[in-house]
């Protein structure tokens, strides 16, 4: 009877260190899987701000072509109302005058459809 005591003790102890070592390969496991995901956060977070850099620099260019656009636009706009303001300086006191002598040099004639009943 000892010795099935003593198979049966030994299948115990054997069984203990198996289910020992099983706990610790969860364990492994679980301490690589935290890992892993740790290191793919940081993969993604490092790929995540390459792409936002990225980003920043093409809208910093498009802004800043954007900008230039603005500025020849509102020189031009500038150059176009210089160019209205001389013209008006230029002919407005002639179109003043041709105004004032219509209104002031009246010529007075009979109408060609006047007719003089006596």
Avoid: W
Avoid at 20 to 37: S, Y
Avoid at 72 to 86: D, F, M, P, S
Avoid at 89 to 97: L, Q, R, T, Y
């Amino acid at each position: 009877m000892t010795s099935q005591s003593q198979g049966i003790h030994q299948l115990l102890q054997a069984e203990k260190r198996a289910k020992d070592k099983l706990e610790e390969a969860k364990k492994r496991k679980v301490k690589r899987l935290r890992q892993a995901k740790e290191e793919a956060m940081a993969e993604t977070d490092q790929y995540r701000m390459q792409r936002d850099e990225e980003f920043r620099q093409k809208q910093a260019k498009i802004m800043g072509s954007q900008s230039n656009v603005l500025e020849e636009i509102e020189v031009q706009t500038l150059g176009k109302i210089k160019e209205l303001n001389a013209s008006y300086s230029m002919s407005m006191e002639g179109v003043i005058n041709e105004l004032l002598s219509i209104v002031c040099d009246v010529k007075p004639e009979i109408h060609v459809n006047y007719r003089i009943t006596a």
